[in-house]
């Protein structure tokens, strides 16, 4: 393994269990309850994308800042316990999941390359497919639910944005 992919294996590795350490549970995301329930009347549920082509693109990333944010983030944690070490302000991420991450927030990630690379791959190149698939798939017949998580749905990159420059509208379901 590359150093490269080490190094964001690691940070993965280390952003999950400290994520998950102060109590975050995916199985609470909006993705996995809608599928349960989906599921379980036996409504058809598939995939608009390859997680694991998601995944490969995250080895683009210049391997020097991918070092680089994981040296700083084994400096915080220095050994301590991932409750000790997961003290981070984790209101950037909890804005994300709500879908109402401000501006001085977006603006402060997009300073560091390695954040911008991040959002680029995991939020502008997803929600342009994304897009680009609900505009394909709206020239067919038939009912179709996206459910992304809120993260999605924010800001100047956001699906809802994409979608409605192509003249489409998404309306909100509760």
């Not at 609470?28 to 599928?35: A, F, K, N, P, S």
Request: hydrophobic fraction near 45%; aromatic fraction near 6%.
């Amino acid at each position: 393994m590359s150093s490269a992919r080490a190094a964001l294996v690691t940070l993965f590795a280390i952003s999950l269990a400290s994520s998950e350490a102060e109590g975050s549970q995916r199985s609470l995301g909006v993705e996995t309850v809608i599928e349960q329930e989906y599921r379980a009347t036996g409504r058809p549920v598939t995939a608009i994308e390859d997680p694991v082509a998601v995944m490969a693109k995250l080895f683009t990333i210049d391997e020097a800042q991918m070092v680089t944010l994981l040296d700083q983030a084994l400096d915080e944690w220095n050994g301590c316990g991932l409750v000790q070490a997961g003290q981070t302000d984790w209101s950037s991420e909890h804005g994300w999941a709500k879908g109402q991450l401000g501006e001085e927030e977006l603006a402060e990630m997009m300073e560091d390359p390695f954040s911008r690379a991040l959002y680029d791959i995991l939020l502008v190149d997803r929600n342009r497919a994304w897009s680009d698939w609900l505009a394909e798939r709206m020239t067919r017949p038939g009912n179709v639910l996206l459910a992304v998580g809120a993260g999605h749905m924010a800001g100047p990159d956001s699906v809802l944005t994409m979608i409605e420059a192509r003249g489409l509208k998404a309306e909100r379901i509760q």
